[in-house]
């Protein structure tokens, strides 16, 4: 990986946790909620979601300012996602990038609510941002809420728990994927376009590149789960194995998953050069999102 | 309580849900998901919510259709707040009014997806309706996040959960139930007012009366706890009183509840004159709210 792309992606991720800082009022928040809103928005993601948004931006368009808000609610709509996601009654887990879950630092009525108010709190930023023409606001909106609500994330996740009990085939296991995390994946690279002002044609095929950017991203989470390195990851490896889940490795194998992705990144590629953003900071995401390790 | 108003809540409340049955659209929505989500709308809620915003709106304006999908979104948002507080992290019950919690009919999990899945929704459903502007749109998913968000219900449940093990002053009291429950009632009015284009005077008049409002509301909720019907209530009575829980009736005794009802009954009166809106069915629902038994 080049250190071109590792700058990019550091600095776009000290913009996005500057832009969350100054986001969320302190002074007009129960202090119990405003922490544990706080501790699982800086508890080390990746910021992949902004910095894509940030990318498809300014594959179009200069003054990236202009998303700033809109990339920070998309990422409070992930991170509340994650909150529930490790609930309990869902997938259980006590840590989360070494760091402890939400409910375990603190309760689950806490983490709850805090994933509620993360989730609410981003179509409040959207709508109040002061950048944006109403218009816009109303198409972010939109595109968000149908993105992370029962047709996409929210979803998906109902059927990724599911999946856990029974056997899926490869289209079934995109279908669970396209809707858990591909349609987030697609609204940051829609939502930079949109905001940059470009035409239906390239729209279309940045939506083409966002599906097989999801997949890609999905794949390499399966791979990660054979072959990666606990250390770097986090979390320990091989539970996908154990559980018997519907994974790429396990419908396809190991190399099968590897060549699988190969396509993806292949047809990901040749979306994005039609779509005009071949020397973008979109096509090294796209290298990176393939070979990282974490 | 006068036939009249009856009648009008009886005719609210079949609109809604009509409007309800058909905005969820069960083709794209993973069964069990959908399963849940049309569950808990359709759990006999008294809709008084989309009923305060359809009066809020006809004291001022005809042509009630226009905040149909508001008050759909609305209740949506009111519904999910339901599910998640009747969760075993929060309030662990079982029943509500009479009939199996979320959680107790599907299963844990499904109920924190069903909550996410209706408080996502009701965003998309302001951002699409096709009967407001772009700048109505805006102001209204601005204000329900606002009332929903951590600053507001989401807030309030926090406030709620930590005052169940102090004891509150009539101050911390009010300030529980208006971030609760009072933000949400104060959108019913404000949002039909707003669509009804009523001027800055007379919306912060509106303002006032649904603050007493909320409060009425809730010193009613507790002296029923108190003296309520547990038939017509669909659940059990006294269970305050045993947890000593921060109350009106705890704070005031019973009759200082009845009597803080009044003056409330009385401020809300004053400024709904104030409003112009002295005969519209907000002063007959007011009344209502004031009396009502379930």
């Known amino acids: 990986m080049s250190n071109h792309i590792e700058q990019y992606i550091e600095k776009g991720k000290q913009t996005i946790e500057h832009v969350l800082n100054n986001l969320i009022n302190r002074d007009s928040i129960p202090k119990n909620l405003y922490d544990s809103m706080i501790y699982s928005l800086f508890a080390g993601g990746k910021r992949l979601r902004p910095i894509l948004l940030f990318a498809s931006y300014e594959a179009y368009e200069m003054n990236v300012s202009k998303v700033h808000k809109t990339a920070a609610a998309l990422e409070m709509i992930h991170t509340y996602s994650l909150i529930h996601d490790d609930l309990p009654a869902m997938d259980d887990d006590d840590f989360r990038r070494g760091k402890l879950t939400n409910h375990k630092k603190f309760d689950e009525s806490t983490a709850i609510l805090a994933g509620d108010a993360l989730l609410t709190k981003s179509f409040e930023i959207i709508a109040s941002d002061e950048q944006l023409t109403n218009k816009e606001k109303v198409f972010l909106i939109q595109s968000l809420a149908n993105a992370s609500g029962p047709e996409g994330m929210v979803g998906g996740q109902i059927l990724d728990i ?19 995390t591909g349609k987030l994946i697609k609204f940051a690279i829609i939502a930079g376009a949109y905001l940059a ?13 966002a599906k097989y950017l999801g997949l890609i991203f999905q794949v390499q989470d399966d791979i990660l789960d054979i072959e990666g390195d606990p250390e770097k990851l986090g979390k320990p490896v091989g539970s996908d194995v154990d559980n018997q889940k519907s994974t790429y490795p396990n419908l396809l194998g190991l190399d099968g998953a590897k060549k699988q ?17 071949n020397n973008s900071y979109l096509m090294d995401l796209l290298h990176y999102f393939g070979e990282r390790e974490y």
């Open 162 to 180: 599911e999946g856990e009990s029974t056997s899926l085939n490869l289209k079934q296991l995109e279908t669970v994927h396209k809707l858990k």
């Open 261 to 277: 992705k190969e396509i993806y990144i292949e047809k990901a590629t040749e979306a994005l050069t039609l779509a005009k953003a």
């Open 197 to 209: 002002n470009t035409d239906e044609e390239i729209m279309n095929h940045l939506k083409k590149f």
